[in-house]
T-cell receptor
């Protein structure tokens, strides 16, 4: 149990376009999901906490207008990178925590390349 | 704790030896800690966890030690195998369902 599906696994987009990444909890409900970004040979940096039915909570230094998060249901959160630029190229990973329980399950990540 | 712009240190061990990976965490209020293994191009994979009311927990070939006095975690891997080669991260949180913050990470290379 506790499977998180992330889609797409890889995406290449042109500079200035927007890209949407989906994170789904397949067999549990997640009131809260988390979005991370990871640059090569670095740790996972928390970008934001996605809350079902309410606004996301962004970490300091993360532009909320650039990284739009929507958590419309208990099983789906989306991250949209708007007006992407080459410096947004990174590995984006989502995580979900079953409501009321300890434990975090991670998606397999999305490799975003902006050209 | 947070690791901004830091590159990962590397630990090289011989196959069959024991590995010890260390981590310093940042928040004295954190009460739940997790070790993850990450292979190239994949998401983190759960290894073992520990709550703050414990100082040691054992799994299969892995042991986690927690020293709250100095805010230090360690992961011990017994009889390290080539398949253990990966990047290892510690992570901390306060309460369930709250944000999970990752430490700097260590690259483990196992030499055959």
């Amino acid at each position: 149990g506790a499977v998180v599906s992330q889609h797409p696994s890889r995406v290449i987009c042109k500079s200035g376009t927007s890209v949407k990444i989906e994170c789904r909890s397949l067999d549990f409900q997640a009131t809260t999901m988390f979005w991370y970004r990871q640059f090569p040979k670095q740790s996972l940096m928390l970008m934001a906490t996605s809350n079902e039915g309410s606004k996301a909570t962004y970490e300091q230094g993360v532009e909320k207008d650039k990284f739009l998060i929507n958590h419309a249901s208990l099983t789906l959160s989306t991250l949209t990178v708007t007006s992407a630029h080459p410096e947004d190229s990174s590995f984006y990973i989502c995580s979900a925590s079953p409501t009321g329980l300890y434990g975090y399950t991670f998606g397999s990540g999305t490799r975003l390349t902006v050209v | 704790g947070e690791s901004v712009g830091l590159h990962l240190p590397t630990l090289s061990v011989q196959e069959g030896d024991n590995s010890i990976i260390n981590c310093a965490y940042s928040n004295s209020a954190s009460d739940y800690f997790i070790w993850y293994k990450q292979e190239s191009g994949k998401g983190p994979q759960f290894i073992i966890d520990i709550r703050s009311n414990m100082d040691k927990r054992q799994g299969q070939r892995v042991t986690v030690l927690l020293n709250k006095t100095v805010k230090h975690l360690s992961l011990q891997i017994a009889a390290t195998q080539p398949g253990d080669s990966a990047v290892y991260f510690c992570a901390e949180t306060q309460g369930y369902g709250n944000k999970l913050v990752f430490g700097a990470g260590t690259i483990l290379r196992v030499k055959s």
